[in-house]
Nanobody
C-alpha cells in the first residue's frame, strides 16, 4: 500500500507561482513512476507531468504541452516526496491537482488508468 498526500494548493493571481508537494508513505517511491494530473469541474482528469525512473539513478520527465516550460516535476527521494513547481500560472490552470504512483512501470505515463495509487487532491485556483 502507498499513501499519497498532496499539499501546497491555494489561490494565486495569474502570473504567480505555487509549489505542490506529494508526500508518500507506506513504500519508498524512488523506483516508481510518479505523475501529476489535474481535473477541472466538468472535465476529465488530464495528464500534467510525469517523472519516470530508469535503470540507475536518472529520471526522465514528461510534460503536457499546455504546461511545458512553466511547470517542473521533481522528487526528493530522501523525503519520499514528489514536487510540482508551477510558474507563470494561468486562469486555465485552475483545477484540483492529484499525484499518482505507477508501481508497474507501464510507461504509459499519460494514461491515468495505469496508476495504482492516488492522493486526495489539492485545489489550485488562479484568478485573473
Amino acid at each position: 500500500q502507498v499513501q499519497l498526500v498532496e499539499s501546497g494548493g491555494g489561490l494565486v493571481q495569474a502570473g504567480g507561482s505555487l509549489r505542490l508537494s506529494c508526500a508518500a508513505s507506506g513504500r519508498t517511491v524512488s523506483r516508481y513512476d510518479m505523475g501529476w494530473f489535474r481535473q477541472a469541474p466538468g472535465k476529465e482528469r488530464d495528464f500534467v507531468a510525469a517523472n519516470r525512473g530508469t535503470v540507475g539513478s536518472t529520471y526522465l520527465t514528461y510534460y503536457a504541452d499546455s504546461v511545458k516550460g512553466r511547470f517542473t516535476i521533481s522528487r526528493d527521494n530522501a523525503k519520499n516526496t514528489v514536487y510540482l513547481q508551477m510558474n507563470s500560472l494561468k486562469v486555465e490552470d485552475t483545477a484540483v491537482y492529484y499525484c499518482a504512483a505507477d508501481l508497474e512501470g507501464s510507461r504509459r505515463y499519460e494514461n491515468p488508468a495505469v496508476y495504482d495509487y492516488w492522493g486526495q487532491g489539492t485545489q489550485v485556483t488562479v484568478s485573473s
